[in-house]
């Protein structure tokens, strides 16, 4: 196996101090770090201690030209596996969120096109308000990963969330990426994934939709892609960022999303996790529906073509492993199973989106796979690691049915 490299930024937090131990344990994994130490980071400790750790330079300043003549800031930017920012301050985190690069630093994040892991440290108030929050969603989105912060007693004397995870749990975080990137159990299979909501328009300004945030479905295509698939991702209308390594194809309605769905095949899987409309207004109108037109009682609607249902049935090419999604509010086992029957897929993912369990547009799910062989129940977890648990199920599944 190849070593594998970290560019670690250190940026300017009392935990910064933490970061010199960091680089140690990632030595003793066999991961060799680079490492950028922003100026308000140089205040806690000295690029000499972060070079004498490393082995290398301590990369300070984005217009030295001796470092620019030895080592490009984009090159530096490139040349490591991960981006690891430990700590990461509110205002780091707030540079590559606002695509905004004034330093080194910044400047490195806009410029990588490796995975950037962040593991945040500021006190408890900072951590949780709104600008923060919306910044870590935005990086989120944008296909960063996090590490922590932890909860507990702080350096300013508070107690919360906000201290910067420990060393050994951010070099395991590293170690995982990793692990999952060199998995490669998927190398050469090709997985569709449908994700999102449809948007049925009914005149040029209104449409019918739904609250699907699509976060589960690129969750999913993410990991996949993570185990080496080639993936086709064919979206409904989210405000997400195509996740790193996956085709993305962008569309509104039903019917787009069938025919560019169907377009994406042949492939080895197809999971259907979008909530697809079932029914779209009968007539889309191309002037808006006025309100003095006497008046709008009902909606005439038709039923959208059902996208699983049609990969499930095919005679010819046919994926070997089909994957619906049952969003339910009652009855939910017995509704999703009866679902995959009509259906004819091979599994079913249910999952309770009754108000108030979060799930619809939330971070978490809280799943039960249904298939021939039985029903097995998840614990409420993050989507991602729903998506990973699910990723992992999928390469077993298909080395089963290859033997
Ligand atoms: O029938 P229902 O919408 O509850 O079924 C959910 C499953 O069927 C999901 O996997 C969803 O992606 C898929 N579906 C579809 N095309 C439709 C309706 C649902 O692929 N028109």
Redesign the pocket.
Known sequence: MTTKSVLLIIAGGIAAYKSLELIRELSKRGIRTQAILTRAGAEFITPLSVGSLTGGKCYTDLFDLTDEAEMGHIELSRAADLVVVAPATADLLSKPANGVAGDLASTALLATDKPVLYAPAMNVRMWTHPGVQRNVDILRKDGALFVGPDEGDMACGEYGPGRMAEPVEIANAVEAHFAAMSDGRLTGRHVVV?AGPTHEPLDPVRYIANRSSGKQGYAIAAALARLGARVTLVSGPTDLSAPPGVDIIRVQT?RE??DRTMGALPAEVAI???????YRPEIETNHKIKKERGGLSSIPLT?????????SSLDVGRPELV??????TDDILCNADA?RKR?G?DW??ANDVSTGTGTMGGENNSVTILSEAGEESWENMPKARVADRLAGYIADELVKRAC
């Open positions: 449908t039903a999303m069938m259907c996790c979008a909530a697809v409309a079932d039923e959208n073509p059902d996208i699983l249902r049609s990969i994957i619906g999604f049952a969003a339910e679902k259906k897929c079913i993912v």
